[in-house]
Each structure stands twice: as C-alpha cells, then as structure tokens.
C-alpha cells in the first residue's frame, strides 16, 4: 500500500515551452501534496504545498507563476513548469500525505530543458 | 527558521558491522517530530525510521535505531549489521508546521564487502 506514482519518469523540453509532471497517490486519499527539487548530488527543497481544491502555498523565493501547481482531486496533483528554461533542468520529487504523520514519496521526475 | 545539519558527506563500513550517522538540528520548537529517510540510486525516498519529540524512548526499526538527544538536538542513526543493500543516499529530516520537510544535506553510506 501507499504508492505514489509520477509521470513521465524523464522529459526533455526545449527551452520557452512548458511541461507537466503527474504526481498520483494510487491506492489512497492524499488532502495534501508535496512539490520538492533535488539538484545533483544535493538535498530536497520543498518547493510548496498543494491542498486539493485550494491554492498552493509556495516557499519563499519559488516563483509561483512559473511552477503552476493544481491539486484537482484528491489522488492527483499537477506541476507545470512554464516557460522552461536549462536552469530548471532538475529532479522533481513529489510526496503525498493521507492524514497528519505519514508522508509516501513518488520515484521522482528528471527534467531536461535544452 | 528551522535548520538541519548532516556534517558527514560520506561514510563507509564493512558488510555486517555498525556505521553511525550523524545529524543536528536548530528549532524552537518542543513538539516535532523527525525522519531518517534513505535515497537508494533509483532515487526513490524510503523512510527508514522516525521519532516523536515528546518520546524519551529511542526509536527502532530491526537493525536501524536512533539516538534521540532532544537536549543537544541531536539526532543520529545507527545501522547494525550493515547489509548492501543499506548503500544510499541518507537524509535526516525535521518536521515543520503543515507537514513540511527540511532536509539535511545527506550523507552517502557505502559498504565495503
């Protein structure tokens, strides 16, 4: 149980167009979800919070307009990265919470802008 | 703003012996809890064990415990009879309101056969 799924794994975008990431909770109810980013060889960075039916509340210094973020039901939330450019090029990681203590991540999304 | 602190960026160990991890932390707090997770190469975030402040008991899952210094604010990990398979990416993480994860640096764990 609890398995939190991504899509698509990699995409390469070039650059000025936007991209989506899927993040999925599969077999259970997530009232919230997490947006992280991992550079390489690096920590994750909680990007912001998504609340299904509400807006996201993003991290200080994460534009928000170019990291659209849409929790439309309760099994999935939405990552469009806008206008992406090569310094966007990351892995995104996604984690979703059923109640108050347990957090279940997704294997995460590489993105590659040329 | 709470802090998480891993000063170990690599460590390795024989198979079947025991590694510590180390891990600090700065908040205010008096109620929180905190996370070891472990990031293998497929990158895939597994939690490997976690705390609740307001315990004194120190955490165990089989062969990884913790050892809780609330004081000190403290946090490490101990791997007993270290496996392979335990090769990955370590991070320690604290809770914050909502939910929110702060992340340490990460330590990289490698066992030697």
């Known amino acids: 149980g609890a398995v939190v799924s991504q899509h698509p794994s990699r995409v390469i975008c070039k650059s000025g167009t936007s991209v989506k990431i899927e993040c999925r909770s599969l077999?259970?109810?997530?009232?919230?979800m997490f947006w992280y980013r991992q550079f390489p060889k690096q920590s994750l960075m909680l990007m912001a919070t998504s609340n299904e039916g509400s807006k996201a509340t993003y991290e200080q210094g994460v534009e928000k307009d170019k990291f659209l973020i849409n929790h439309a039901s309760l099994t999935l939330s939405t990552l469009t990265v806008t206008s992406a450019h090569p310094e966007d090029s990351s892995f995104y990681i996604c984690s979703a919470s059923p109640g108050p203590y347990e957090q279940y991540f997704g294997p995460g999304t590489r993105l590659t802008v040329t | 703003a709470q802090t998480v602190t891993q000063s170990q960026p690599e460590m390795s160990v024989q198979e079947a012996e025991t590694v510590t991890l180390s891990c600090t932390y700065d908040?205010?707090?008096?109620?929180?809890?905190l996370f070891w997770y472990k990031q293998p190469p497929s990158r895939q975030m597994i939690l490997v064990i976690r705390?609740?402040?307001?315990?004194?008991q120190n955490a165990t899952e089989n062969r990884f415990s913790v050892n809780f210094q609330k004081a000190a604010k403290s946090f490490s990990l101990k791997i007993s009879d270290s496996q392979l398979g335990d090769a990955a990416m370590y991070f320690c993480?604290?809770?914050?309101?909502?939910?929110?994860?702060?992340f340490g640096q990460g330590t990289r764990l490698t066992i030697n056969p």
């Open positions: 077999d259970f109810q997530a009232t919230t």
């Open positions: 705390q609740e402040a307001y315990k004194q």
């Open positions: 993480a604290y809770r914050r309101e909502a939910q929110k994860l702060v």
């Open positions: 908040t205010s707090e008096s109620d929180y809890y």
